[in-house]
Structure formats: structure tokens, C-alpha cells
């Protein structure tokens, strides 16, 4: 009887590892095949353009503060002189005071436009670290290989990689078959409520429908991906929404001597535990099933067998990706005097909804986790619901695709879903498809540039940004 059931056991083990070998052996890798391509020739004469782009400080500092105009006019003035060609060959039309739409009217009007983006705002200097830069943060220095300053990377980078381009292009003879639009918006940093989305509404008005957008968000990732030695460069077909809810309770507070069993603070501290606790759940949802395929053939033995069998590993894969809404408090206040039990404690959490779920379905896992009706619920951010998932299977996406190939012939393409938000998320009613790249590289070590201290950008990667767009026209234009 024993042995039987050894026998069934030892059986039953061999079925799984043949699935697992099996689905392992035969996961195949969804790279397309393109000849790789010299690209085109970009001088030292470009960082000049790239560094007085930087120069000019275009900040957004917040919603109640007005952009600067001065500074916003001169931005838009420095770009009408360094390029003439698309001065005088492109339309321009300036939305909402600063935000700037240019047009490349195609050959065919029969064939959708492209719309390619940027934004020209930056996010101010945090005033207390203005001493830790290596090289003041708006004096555009070029150094060590790289542009130093604030925007270098987030997001001149794309936006003078955008023009120097298209200048070159015209210069070159070219014209494009389909129109294509740049759109450089002017309030990215504080949602882009008062660009994008008015560039976006100004292009429906238009009847605009184009046949794909590309904006910031993508990356080229170097030895940041565990197991994979081959660069993976991103292409982000969503981007998770966005909501912070203030949790508020009050109380008849009282005297430090003869404290209640339920202190204010007390009761609120353990709503926020309860929420870290229980998190919301992992799941498998597009656009993180592509990213998978897309990922999994390209990972040594180990890890490929754990991403072709997400029957067994579903769980590992799903932390690894972070597929959930994902919950951060952010805030919390209560409390004025020692002595004093007080009467209202508040704290803020942050979530970044997965496709999938709402703002609405957090507030009811909030609810249901904190079981405590005393303490109450509002919405404490501009609320941005998960983006649409744009296709993969899609001519937008191969020719993106096939542009990094060729240029990056070593890359792995894999399509993917980002955290944070874009401009792009106001283009979808405009665009077919949304996607979210720029040969931007990350490597160990540059996660907090963007936004960061000393953010800078080799000048390398900025000549990258003019032949992947240089190169990503012509690919979109038969
Ligand atoms: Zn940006």
C-alpha cells in the first residue's frame, strides 16, 4: 500500500517537472528579426542646443503658482531661433499660453498622423539640497561626458532629441507622408491639466485620430532586470492610476492623565497598520501577461522555467512586477501639546491603481480593511484612473519596435505597464494607441535622477535621442 502511493507520489512529481520542462523548452521568444542600421552621424555641435535648453528654467512649481511667463516665452523663442527650418516649414500653434503644438502636414492625407511628445516643464530645485549639485542646476554645463542640470534627462532630453530630428529631416530633403504632430506641453509635472490635456482637446476639435502617440516613460534598462544580461528596453503601453485619500478622525480628546481606551492617534495608527497588512491583491492582468511573454524566453534556464509556468509561480512572478495597487502613506498628522490627547489625527495614503481596478474599488478596500466608521474617507489628490492598455499586436508598436532593433540590436523589447504618470494619459482620446518611449538609460544607481539631485544625462544617450527619432519617422512614414 505504502509503495503505491510512493509510486503515485514519485508519479505525480515526474508529470510536473515534464509540464514544467515542457512549457519551459517550448516558451519562444517574441523578438522580431531586423537588420541593424547605422545610425546617423550626430556632432558635439548638438549639446550646445541640448545645454541652453536647460538654461532656461521652466518650472513648475505648483497648481496655485502661475507659470512663469518670462521664462516659458523664452523657452518658446530659444526653439523658433535654433530651428529655423522647422520655423518655417511646420505650424505652430501656441495653446493655452505656453504649451506648443507643431504641425508636418503629410504628402498623403489619406494616412493617420503620428503624434510625437514632450513637455518643456521641469520640477523645481528642492532648496535645501541647492548645495549638493556638482554644477548649479540650470547652468547646463557640459562635463565628464554628460549635460548636468535640471530637465537634462526629465525631459529636454526627448523634447531638443524631438526637434534636432526634424530639423535635420527637413534639412535632409525629407517629407513625411503622414502629418505628424510634436506636442510639447507646458504643466506635465502637475498633472498637464493645462497643456496636454488642452492640446489633446484642441487636436479632437480638429478630428484628429492618429495612429499612434509616443511620449516619455520608457526606458532602456542596463543590468537592472535580475538575470537578464542583455539591455531590455520598455516600451510602456499603460500606466497605473493615481489616488491619494486623506483618512480623518475625531474624537472628544481630553487630558494626558486620564487618557481613553481608544486614543485618537491610536485608532488611526492602526487603520494605517491594517492597510499596510493587507494589501490589495496581485494580479495577473494585461498589460503585465505581455510583459511576460515578452520577458520570459529572453531569461537564463532557472527563470525561464519560472515565467513559462505561471500556473505554479503565479504569485513570485506577481511580486516580482508589482502587481497590485500598490499602498503608501504618505502623511500623518495629529497632535499639538504633550499633554493633550488630541482630537483629530489625519493621514494621506497613496495608491497607484492597477488596470483593472478604480478609485472607487480602493475607497471600498479601504473600508473594508479599516472596519472602523469613525474614521472617514476623502479624496485628497487629483484622481487618475488606470490608462487603457494600448496594443501590442499594432503598426504604432512594431514601428517602435522595429526603430529600437535596429538601433539596438542587442536590446530585448518588452512592452510594459509604469507606475507613474504621463502626459500621454490625456492623448487617449485622440490616439489609437499610446505608448510611452525614449531611449532613456537606466543602470544601476540612476534611479533617482529624474527628479533628483544632480539629475545629468550622458551626452551620448541626448545624440540617441536624435537618431531614434531621426530614425522612428522614417519607419512610420512607407
Ligand atoms: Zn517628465
Redesign the pocket.
Known amino acids: 500500500m505504502i509503495k503505491k502511493v510512493l509510486l503515485a507520489i514519485l508519479g505525480l512529481v515526474a508529470l510536473v517537472v515534464v509540464v514544467l520542462l515542457f512549457n519551459t523548452l517550448t516558451s519562444t521568444s517574441k523578438q522580431i528579426k531586423v537588420d541593424p542600421i547605422t545610425p546617423i552621424a550626430v556632432g558635439d555641435e548638438v549639446l550646445n542646443n541640448f545645454s541652453k535648453a536647460v538654461q532656461i528654467p521652466t518650472i513648475s512649481y505648483n497648481l496655485e503658482t502661475d507659470p512663469d511667463s518670462a521664462v516659458f516665452i523664452a523657452f518658446r523663442n530659444f526653439l523658433q531661433e535654433t530651428y529655423p527650418l522647422i520655423d518655417s516649414v511646420l505650424d505652430r500653434k501656441i495653446i493655452n499660453r505656453y504649451s506648443l503644438l507643431y504641425t508636418w502636414h503629410g504628402t498623403d492625407s489619406k494616412l493617420k498622423p503620428i503624434i510625437l511628445m514632450s ?1 518643456q516643464d521641469v520640477v523645481p530645485i528642492d532648496e535645501p539640497t541647492k548645495d549638493k549639485w556638482q554644477e548649479p542646476p540650470f547652468s547646463g554645463t557640459i562635463k565628464d561626458g554628460a549635460l548636468w542640470g535640471r530637465g537634462s534627462m ?2 529636454k532630453s526627448s523634447l531638443i532629441g524631438i526637434m534636432e530630428a526634424v530639423e535635420r529631416l527637413i534639412a535632409e530633403g525629407y517629407k513625411p507622408s503622414r502629418t505628424i504632430y510634436l506636442a510639447f506641453g507646458h504643466d ?2 502637475l498633472g498637464g491639466h493645462d497643456g496636454a490635456l488642452e492640446i489633446s482637446k484642441y487636436l479632437a476639435s480638429q478630428n484628429v485620430q492618429a495612429l499612434f502617440t509616443i511620449d ?1 516613460g520608457g526606458f532602456i534598462v542596463d543590468g537592472l532586470v535580475p538575470g537578464l544580461s542583455k539591455p531590455m528596453a520598455m516600451v510602456n503601453v499603460a500606466e497605473k492610476g493615481f489616488v491619494s485619500y486623506e483618512l480623518r478622525i475625531e474624537t472628544g480628546g481630553g487630558h494626558s492623565s486620564n487618557p481613553p481606551a481608544k486614543n485618537t492617534i491610536g485608532m488611526l495608527a492602526k487603520a494605517i497598520y491594517d492597510l499596510e497588512q493587507n494589501q490589495l491583491d496581485l494580479k495577473m492582468v494585461s498589460p503585465l501577461d505581455q510583459q511576460i511573454a515578452y520577458l520570459g524566453p529572453e531569461m537564463p534556464f532557472g527563470m525561464k522555467l519560472v515565467f513559462s509556468n505561471p500556473w505554479l509561480f503565479k504569485n513570485l512572478i506577481l511580486e516580482g512586477f508589482t502587481a497590485r495597487t500598490t499602498t503608501a502613506p504618505t502623511i500623518f498628522n495629529s497632535g499639538i501639546k504633550d499633554n493633550v490627547i488630541p482630537t483629530v489625527a489625519k493621514a494621506t495614503v497613496n495608491f497607484r491603481i492597477l488596470p483593472g481596478e478604480t478609485s472607487e474599488t480602493v475607497k471600498q478596500h479601504i473600508i473594508d480593511v479599516i472596519k472602523n466608521d469613525q474614521i472617514t474617507i476623502k479624496v485628497a489628490s487629483d484622481v487618475n484612473e488606470p490608462s487603457p492598455v494600448s496594443e501590442v499586436d499594432a503598426d504604432g508598436f512594431r514601428m517602435i519596435e522595429k526603430t529600437i532593433k535596429q538601433l539596438y540590436p542587442e536590446a530585448v523589447v518588452v512592452p510594459g505597464l509604469i507606475g507613474g504618470g ?1 502626459d500621454s494619459k490625456h492623448f487617449y482620446s485622440i490616439s489609437d494607441n499610446v505608448y510611452r518611449f525614449y531611449p532613456m538609460h537606466y543602470a544601476k544607481g540612476d534611479e533617482g535622477l ?1 527628479h533628483g539631485i544632480n539629475e545629468h544625462m550622458k551626452t551620448d544617450y541626448l545624440k540617441e535621442c536624435v537618431q531614434f527619432v531621426h530614425q522612428l519617422i522614417k519607419n512610420a512614414n512607407p
Do not use: N
Open positions: 513637455h526629465d525631459d506635465e509635472e516619455e504621463t529624474a
